[in-house]
């Protein structure tokens, strides 16, 4: 047995970890050239108004074809990234990508949706970010508030004053700032006096229990009242279902997102939706 025999077990791990990090070093080099020669891509889950279904805007969510394994969920290689400190980069490109992506639907005469996308605290960390930003946005003749930057408050956590001084100076720029995943933190109150939000956004994991758990119901409903009596937009993530829709929209929330009205897809679909 190899919990008896120290050695073994030791010897064991031993291996397991080194090709571990040998496969993420892969990855890691696999990742970074990607950035730069192609294999990502941004999807965009339409956000609606519930009370119509009507799509007012979008997020733009990454993904990353690998050369052999094909697709790769976020949920494996953002992290992958973050740890690397490569989320830099690629967060880079994906706000340059959803800025190329708003030129390109301008082009077609219609009205712009307000494209949120996922920020990292390693960006925000960087003293030249919101300057950075700023100019890309000018450089492509867009509004500031074409963009919502999403941050989540775990990753906020890691170095508070940093990111906190760059998100006031992108408020002040005229960019909207949502809290994404809201719910799930350890403070999510005493945050919310801090932080210069535009937007909240209600965890999937209490939209998901809703409708079978008194308190998830609960939540969600203090948290409807939280954003209205602080004056912030709210979204409700991953609504799957009418039943879902329709507790929401009683209880007094207006937007929402979820696979119920459309997952996440290319551009060209999002395009055609938007086009009708
Ligand atoms: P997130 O920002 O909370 O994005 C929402 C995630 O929930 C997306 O997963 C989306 O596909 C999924 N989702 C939306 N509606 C539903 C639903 O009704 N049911 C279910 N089961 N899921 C739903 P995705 O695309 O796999 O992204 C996962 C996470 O990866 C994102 O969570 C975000 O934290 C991160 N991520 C994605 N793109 C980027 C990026 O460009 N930069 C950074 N830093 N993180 C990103
Ligand atoms: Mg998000
Ligand atoms: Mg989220
Ligand atoms: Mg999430």
Redesign the pocket.
């Known amino acids: 047995e190899a919990k008896h025999s120290g050695r073994d077990t030791f010897r064991f791990f031993d291996q397991d970890m080194s090709r571990e990090a040998r496969d993420r070093l892969k990855l890691e080099q696999a990742l970074r050239s990607a950035i730069k020669g192609g294999g990502l891509s ?2 965009y ?1 339409p956000k609606v108004r519930l009370e119509t279904a009507g799509v007012y805007g979008a ?5 990353w074809t690998h050369p052999e394994l094909g697709p790769l ?3 494996v290689f ?1 992290p992958l ?2 740890e690397s400190g490569l ?1 830099v980069e ?2 880079a490109w ?1 706000l340059q990508e959803a800025c190329n992506a708003l030129v390109r639907w301008r082009a077609s005469g219609q009205q712009l949706p307000r494209i949120a ?4 605290v390693q ?1 925000l960390e960087r003293e030249d970010f919101p300057g950075w930003l700023e100019r890309l946005l000018i450089s492509h003749q867009l509004e500031r508030d074409l963009l919502e930057l ?1 941050i ?1 408050e775990t990753g906020l956590m890691q170095n508070e004053q940093r990111a906190l001084r760059s998100l006031v100076r992108l408020q002040q720029k005229g960019f909207r700032i949502a809290l ?2 809201f719910g799930t933190g350890y403070s999510s109150l005493s945050y919310l006096r801090k932080l210069p939000l535009s937007t909240l ?1 209600i ?2 994991s209490f939209v ?1 229990d809703m409708s079978a758990d008194k308190v998830s119901l609960s939540i969600v409903r203090t948290i409807i009242q939280l954003a209205h009596n602080l004056d912030l937009d709210l979204v409700a ?4 279902d009418e039943i879902q829709a329709q507790l929401l929209l009683d209880m007094g929330c207006e937007q929402a ?4 009205y459309h ?2 897809m290319p551009e060209a679909d999002f395009v055609a939706l938007l086009t009708g």
């Open positions: 941004l999807h889950q997020e733009a969510l990454l993904r969920s976020p949920a953002i990234a973050e989320i690629i967060g994906v996308v996922n920020i990292s960006q999403e989540t994404d995943d956004k965890d999937r998901m993530e991953g609504v799957e997102q979820g696979f119920h997952r996440p």
